[in-house]
């Protein structure tokens, strides 16, 4: 079975700041890894996903995530906050084994401080 | 149609009423997903679908709770004698039918049991 933990609901940091926000994967099997985000009262967007290519992974909005397989881990990060990141980021676990579906943490919540 | 489509995206019934939640899907896309959201938390998987059979359907919290896609395109999420409980936002998903491919989320049905 998969799972991921997001460590870590609520996230602040001022603009300009780096972003990080912790993802940990459980997997059996070789995952394949996202992050979404999920602006208010909208659906959830995908940032960018690890398919087992390259280990670091670029997204949308200056967004990007390494995967480190040693660690478990598929943390986020952004050099630079900008208020219009201010959402909130799942992170999600898919494998082959279990039929694609996708398994999703529990959220962080990002506010940037002006 | 561009994207994954669901209605209605908001829906009040009264409390051991019968309600059904539509999902169309992006064209082309094999696999059909729905998850439940409650206030704070991350997606919660329900059911998944391969074409026109339910793939994994272990999500699904109790017999009240039942999903169809008879053509394998769109999916309907049909919740019998609904109780307070069942309040949360629908969501519906769907990807290509191979490994590692993202899901796209339509805006969800946000249901309200009165």
């Known amino acids: 079975a998969q799972s991921v933990t997001q460590l870590g609901s609520h996230v602040s940091v001022s603009e300009g700041a780096l972003v990080l926000l912790r993802c940990n994967y459980s997997?059996?099997?070789?995952?394949?890894l996202f992050w979404y985000v999920q602006y208010p009262n909208q659906g959830l967007q995908l940032l960018l996903k690890?398919?087992?290519?390259?280990?670091l992974v670029k997204g949308i909005n200056g967004f990007e995530a390494e995967f480190k397989k040693s660690e478990t881990s598929f943390h986020l990060t952004k050099p630079s906050a900008h208020m219009s990141d201010a959402a909130e980021y799942f992170c999600a676990v898919s494998a082959l084994n279990t039929g694609n579906q996708f398994y999703f943490g529990t959220g962080t919540s990002l506010t940037v401080i002006p | 149609g561009a994207g994954v489509s669901q209605t209605p995206s908001n829906k009040v019934t009264e409390k051991g009423k019968y309600v059904e939640l539509r999902c169309d899907p992006i064209?082309?896309?094999?696999?059909l997903y729905w998850y439940r959201q409650s206030l704070g938390q991350g997606p919660e998987f329900l059911i998944y679908f391969q074409g026109t059979g339910a793939a994994d359907d272990s999500g699904l919290p109790n017999d009240r709770f039942f999903a169809v896609r008879p053509e394998g395109s769109v999916s309907t999420l049909k919740i019998q004698r609904t109780e307070r409980g069942d309040s949360a936002v629908y969501l519906c998903?769907?990807?290509?039918?191979?490994?590692?491919?993202?899901?796209?989320f339509g805006q969800g049905t946000r249901l309200t049991v009165v």
């Open positions: 064209s082309g896309h094999t696999a």
């Open positions: 997997s059996s099997v070789p995952p394949y």
């Open positions: 998903a769907s990807s290509l039918n191979s490994g590692g491919t993202e899901a796209f």
């Open positions: 690890y398919t087992s290519a390259a280990t």
